[in-house]
């Protein structure tokens, strides 16, 4: 006996997240172009499309921490959709990174690339803030 009906709801619902997730990919992305834009000018604006290719941001010198800071938060959220779309395919989207539980569906609706539970992402937070040591001050 075969559990895979393939036009079970499940898959369907699988398939439209799957889309939402490709579509918030594409809207990251055209958001991060136009964010690049702005702050990019002349010939320094071919590499920036190759990084949105390759993901390889360090070409970059970008001395204003403000738009570092901006990018970089694109690139997570980029980081975090592919990785969502993966676990998707994997059959393990919606599970905490860390402790495996599952993550709530309310917190999946607002951050559908959450691959955190609140708990663990507050926790991985607190260590990030903490192993960048002072200096680095988070608002
Ligand atoms: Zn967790």
Not at 93 to 100: A, I, K, N, P
Not at 111 to 116: E, M
């Given at each position: 006996m075969c559990a895979k009906g393939s036009s079970s709801g499940e898959d369907r619902d699988r398939k439209a997240l799957r889309q939402g997730l490709l579509k918030l990919r594409e809207q990251v992305i055209k958001d991060t172009e136009s964010e690049l834009a702005r702050y990019i000018k002349g010939e320094d604006r071919e590499s920036c499309e190759n990084v949105l290719d390759?993901?390889?941001?360090?070409?970059?010198?970008?001395?204003?921490t403000l738009k570092i800071n901006a990018l970089e938060s694109h690139r997570q959220i980029l980081i975090k959709l592919d990785e969502s779309i993966r676990k998707l395919d994997e059959g393990s989207?919606?599970?905490?990174?860390?402790?495996?539980e599952d993550i709530s569906k309310g917190r999946l609706k607002v951050?559908?690339?959450?691959?955190?539970c609140r708990d663990c992402q507050e926790d991985a937070e607190e260590k990030e803030a903490s192993d960048r040591g002072p200096g680095s001050v988070t608002l």
């Open positions: 390759t993901g390889d941001w360090s070409v970059f010198e970008l001395t204003d989207y919606g599970v905490c990174d860390d402790c495996e951050l559908p690339f959450a691959t955190r």
